[in-house]
């Protein structure tokens, strides 16, 4: 069987790839035209493109994507683009009702008819009162009016008159008040007083009473005759104000019927406002002023307020857009429910209570993006439960009904409506991590129904000649938007290279366009400090550096413990079952590699391999994977045909904070195959990776963190040109290191190797060949892996004489 090749030594080239400003074709960010719009993202693209021109039902838009992808402003964008191809929506008003006062009605305006409407009907309020003032106070109306009244006034006089005589012939006067008729009695033709009434014999006195009493049914037949001719008077009266007022206001009405004619319900609702305009005259008349030709000042202000009984005939412009901006695109930030579905807003009335019209009624964000697009942040929507459920009721049934959800927990009882829903058309797009998308997917299958449309926005697009010119076209947008100094070719392309770093793969660069953003805006600063009108590559290695700074405090206390050697960390010489790993901590806005020892012991024992950390739960499951992946190893190599009889420890020294991850499990092999073998470990070189049962190593992840922290660490002790990290071949795409690395590296001061499997990293740390099993099916004598093996053998023979009752 062919020997594996050796670890690989990796050159500079290998280690970070560099972005050539002369090959960006400009000299500054000055010469390029921004971006407006998102940079890769096909796959988000064809989706939201799908999305917004699917239109049946249901195909509302989900995005997900890790935080800091841009998909908000990406969205945003391409949904004022498509809103510019689409017809401006109409206007939504509500408006009294006079049936139902209780139940505001709606109509449906062209787009910019809202505000005309509004503006029409308070003129029509001024014209209104000036010419119904006008029109009763006209010597018309006055005639017409005394027309209907004198043939009732002469009727009454005649028939009081013939009354009067007959009262008179028994010696009774009659005097018709707003009470009735009263009787007095006469006395020489003059009326009587009570005092001298009472002074007459009785028998004259009865007599009185009894023509009184004689008169009684003639008086009642008048009283009934006149209230019946006095109604129809009136009717007739009324009928003659109805047909002035319909007469001053008409026309009135009229015009505007005619101006609104496209929208039937407004028209009937016109005719109702005529109506009940003739039937309210009263209100139109200023108190104590019958004949004012023109009303006071005080009660034009107060025919307007919000007690007014004017109120039922002013339009609330509930919803209104501009004609020629296209379909609305709202972003509600904070989707509260009054906030997304509007609110009845209320009054304080005499006595304490509250009240409201239709005048109160607000919109929300679905109202203002209704006939476009609505876009808010998923997280937000799903915490508050009935913000989630009025959302989806809808989204199912079409229109959204004008509700304050709070009112049926009110202690004080409140006057509320119940307005007439408004139909609705309208695209909604949550935004939202991808965690969250599937849990809402697997929870709620009304999600499954609604959003049938996924998003999805990837972290990273491939670094070729047109990610290149969308990051330079950025950060060129950047510029403009956020007022920042011009970028320099150089400054363009070592942002370039820092987006393959937060990428974590040199053929690849990144699309959390945040940090870039952040990272164009300090480099900027840095410049501004520095007097300088362009930003520089040294501006943004500025940037970059003092950001970790500001970030790097627990890395630099870490550092000193070691060089005051409270952490114990070997480098240089060689120990047996001990080696240099590497992790890293993440805290949050920085992360950084530090290294670790990993020491093994081994004895006879029953096959059990014991992890410390496992053991007091200071592991989690990937880092157990990990683990337990070496016993499938250690079986697979040398336990095939025979049982291993090991019990062997490892641990993490001086590491007291959770673990995780499986990229220090080839280190964990590498200490326990030094232990078994006997062979000393290289101190100088750290190592990384995951390792499988077959003992290839796998990608991890924070690989240029673990070097540059073993970097700096050695560094801080001093560098003696030997010391180097050993890294997974398939990591090595992966290395996007810092300049100060790559030029120690070139000095030949640091190393960095790859190996795709652990024989080539035993062999780099022991300086001994691994070993491959020959015909005879034994390793070759003094290789790591025959040491190993031999080792195991005594251990099988130990265990072979201990008494069953002992331990290992």
Request: aromatic share 6%; proline share 5%.
């Amino acid at each position: 069987m062919a020997e594996r090749s050796a670890a690989r030594e990796l050159d500079v080239a290998a280690l970070r790839r560099e972005c050539a400003p002369s090959e960006l074709g400009f000299e500054s960010t000055a010469d390029v035209d921004p971006l407006d719009g998102p940079l890769g993202q096909p796959r988000a693209s064809e989706a939201i493109e799908f999305g917004l021109a699917a239109e049946t039902a249901g195909y509302n838009i989900f995005a997900t994507g890790p935080v800091g992808t841009g998909k908000r402003t990406s969205l945003e964008a391409r949904l004022r683009d498509y809103a510019r191809q689409r017809a401006t929506p109409g206007d939504w008003v509500y408006l009294h009702n006079f049936t139902e006062p209780r139940k505001p009605i709606t109509a449906a305006l062209p787009s910019g008819q809202g505000r005309e409407l509004e503006a029409d009907m308070h003129r029509f309020l001024q014209d209104a009162r000036r010419e119904l003032v006008a029109a009763f106070e006209s010597e018309t109306y006055a005639q017409r009016q005394h027309e209907v009244a004198e043939p009732f006034e002469r009727e009454q006089e005649s028939a009081l008159a013939e009354l009067r005589a007959a009262a008179q012939a028994s010696g009774i006067a009659l005097e018709l008040t707003p009470s009735g008729i009263v009787t007095v009695p006469l006395r020489g033709g003059r009326p009587m007083t009570p005092p001298e009434f009472g002074q007459l014999p009785e028998p004259v006195r009865a007599r009185y009473q009894s023509s009184i009493e004689q008169l009684g049914p003639q008086m009642q037949a008048f009283l009934t005759r006149m209230r019946g001719r006095q109604r129809e008077a009136r009717d007739r009266l009324r009928a003659l104000e109805r047909e002035v007022a319909l007469f001053a206001v008409g026309h009135l009405i009229d015009e505007l019927k005619e101006r609104h004619r496209s929208s039937p319900k407004l028209v009937q609702w016109l005719t109702e406002v005529a109506e009940n305009v003739t039937e309210n005259l009263a209100q139109f008349q200023p108190p104590g002023q019958e004949s004012a030709g023109q009303l006071p000042e005080p009660l034009l202000a107060a025919m307007g307020g919000t007690d007014s009984p004017f109120g039922r005939y002013e339009v609330n412009v509930f919803v209104t857009h501009d004609s020629d901006g296209g379909a609305p695109v709202i972003v509600e930030s904070n989707p509260t429910y009054p906030n997304l579905f509007g609110r009845i807003e209320h009054r304080g009335v005499l006595g304490g209570g509250l009240a409201t019209d239709h005048r109160m009624l607000r919109p929300g964000a679905i109202h203002r993006a209704n006939g476009g697009y609505l876009m808010v942040p998923a997280a937000e929507v799903l915490a508050q439960p009935l913000v989630w459920l009025k959302l989806k009721e809808v989204l199912r049934t079409g229109s959204i009904r004008l509700e304050n959800p709070a009112d049926q927990y009110a202690l004080v009882p409140t006057s509320t409506l119940t307005p007439e829903p408004i139909d609705l058309d309208l695209k909604v797009v949550l935004v939202g991590a991808p965690p969250l998308y599937e849990l809402a997917y697997t929870l709620d299958e009304d999600v499954r129904k609604l959003f049938r449309v996924k998003a999805e926005f990837g972290l990273r697009v491939p670094w070729d000649e047109e990610s290149v010119r969308g990051y330079s076209r950025f950060l060129s947008a950047q510029v403009r938007a956020a007022g920042l100094r011009h970028f320099d070719a150089g400054a363009v392309a070592r942002v370039i290279e820092q987006g393959a770093r937060i990428a974590e793969d040199r053929e690849w660069l990144s699309t959390r366009f945040v940090e870039i953003a952040g990272l164009a805006a300090e480099a900027s600063q840095w410049a501004a400090r520095g007097k300088s009108e362009i930003v520089s590559a040294e501006h943004v290695e500025q940037a970059i550096d003092q950001k970790v700074r500001r970030s790097n405090l627990l890395e630099q206390r870490l550092l000193e413990m070691v060089a005051e050697g409270s952490l114990m960390i070997d480098f240089e010489g060689a120990r047996v079952g001990q080696v240099n790993g590497l992790s890293v901590l993440s805290l949050g806005d920085y992360s950084f590699g530090r290294p670790v020892r990993i020491t093994a012991t081994a004895g006879p024992g029953r096959g059990a391999l014991l992890s410390i950390e496992r053991e007091t739960e200071l592991s989690g499951h990937i880092h157990d994977k990990g683990f337990l992946t070496l016993s499938g190893y250690l079986r697979r190599q040398y336990g095939a045909e025979r049982r291993i009889a090991l019990s062997a420890t490892l641990t993490f020294e001086q590491s007291y904070e959770h673990i995780d991850g499986d990229s220090a499990a080839s280190a964990e092999l590498y200490a326990l195959l030094s232990e078994l073998a006997s062979l000393p470990l290289r101190q100088d070189v750290a190592v990384t990776g995951s390792v499988n049962q077959h003992g290839e190593l796998q990608a991890i992840g924070g690989v240029n963190e673990k070097i540059e922290g073993f970097y700096r660490t050695c560094k801080l002790k001093q560098l003696t040109g030997n010391q180097g990290v050993i890294v997974p071949e398939a990591n090595v795409r992966n290395l996007m290191l810092s300049a100060e690395i790559v030029q120690s590296v070139r000095e030949r001061r640091f190393h960095v190797w790859s190996a795709h499997h652990v024989d080539q990293g035993i062999e780099l740390l022991t300086a001994t060949r691994a070993g491959e099993r020959g015909g005879n099916d034994r390793f070759p004598d003094g290789t790591v892996h025959a040491l190993v093996e031999a080792r195991l053998e005594r251990f099988v023979r130990a265990a072979e004489q201990q008494s069953p009752d002992e331990d290992d």
